[in-house]
């Protein structure tokens, strides 16, 4: 059984510039939901996604946005980057039906 | 208000010792209280998890303690050792009509176990 996987680890980017997050749900989930975790925090959800649809935000602005494919893979995009946006960003995938969420590495967002 | 209070905000226990973490809820919707151990650099790892209907859950030397009435829930790691040594988030959840909610989480507690 394969468990959550996020690319890139690390990622450096300037204020402004868009930036796009990966994830690999692990075998037999069906609904990714992405977390921002920021130093000394616990994690922020900020969206979920089940059969390819949004199924929930917390509250983040709209230039946070996501994508879940066929394969249940998804992707975060966030545009406009600001100092703020600099944080842990984790995946976690479940299978709907129950509560348990099993996440990621995460992928480290560092703004300039 | 949905919001999961956690205290302490750091601990230091000795080896062989009792680690006792506490969270408090508001939200009665709330029906699965996880808690995930987190290392530095890496994602959390789920512990162990509680519903409403059972009081203490057990699993190795992680006990989840669940005090409805009071809204309370706490974690005790038995013969704590340096290896638990991290930093452990409570979470809960609600679930409407079938549809997981998301996780709310603690702030976080920072473990130490000295040798």
């Known amino acids: 059984e394969t468990g959550v996987t996020q690319s890139p680890t690390h990622l450096i980017k300037t204020r402004g510039q868009q930036v796009t997050l990966r994830c690999s749900s692990q075998?037999?989930?069906?609904?990714v939901s992405w977390y921002q975790q920021a130093l000394g925090q616990g994690p922020q959800f900020i969206f979920q996604y089940y059969r390819e649809e949004e199924n929930g935000r917390g509250n983040f602005p709209p230039r946070f946005s996501g994508l879940q494919f066929p394969n249940y893979s998804s992707e975060l995009n966030v545009n406009a980057l600001e100092l703020d946006d600099s944080a842990l960003y984790l995946c976690?995938?479940?299978?709907?039906?129950?509560?348990?969420?099993?996440f990621g590495p995460g992928t480290r967002l560092t703004v300039l | 208000q949905q919001q999961v209070k956690q205290s302490p905000q750091s601990l230091i226990v000795q080896k062989g010792g009792i680690s006792i973490i506490n969270c408090a809820y508001e939200n009665t919707a709330f029906d699965y209280f996880p808690w995930y151990q987190q290392f530095p650099g890496k994602g959390p790892a789920l512990l162990i998890a509680?519903?409403?209907?059972?009081s203490e859950k057990k699993e190795g030397r992680f006990t989840i303690s669940f005090n409805k009435s009071a809204k309370q829930f706490s974690l005790h790691i038995m013969d704590s050792q340096p290896g638990d040594s991290a930093t452990y988030f409570c979470?809960?959840?609600?679930?409407?009509?079938?549809?997981?909610?998301?996780?709310?989480f603690g702030k976080g507690t920072k473990l130490s176990v000295k040798p």
């Open positions: 075998s037999g989930h069906n609904t």
């Open positions: 979470a809960a959840s609600a679930n409407y009509g079938g549809s997981q909610g998301n996780l709310i």
């Open positions: 976690a995938s479940s299978f709907l039906a129950a509560n348990e969420q099993f």
């Open positions: 509680i519903r409403p209907d059972v």
